[in-house]
């Protein structure tokens, strides 16, 4: 049997402290940000979340919640070419992914 001597911690060993602000409150604080993605230039703004956090979580109808508040998620792969391009055809006529 191998005992391990070296330091351990935990979640009560650390503290993270708080950055000084001039916001007077919490609700003041401005979540979106705006990117120039590297290699195609293309811009994109909005709050920098992504639901991925399941195989099969991020379904069409997330997506479009999470996208009322310009958030993003991504799609799981079982969903066929039929179905993405219904999915597409929907989103032309909704301004949810054009802002």
Partial sequence: MRVETDLKLGFKDVLIRPKRST???RSLVELERSYTFLHSKRQWSGVPIIAANMDTIGTFEVAEVLAENRMLCAIHK???LEEWQA???RQDSADI???
């Fill in 23 to 25: 916001l007077k409150s």
């Fill in 78 to 80: 079982h969903y066929s």
């Fill in 87 to 89: 999915f597409v055809d």
């Fill in 97 to 99: 992914f054009e802002r």
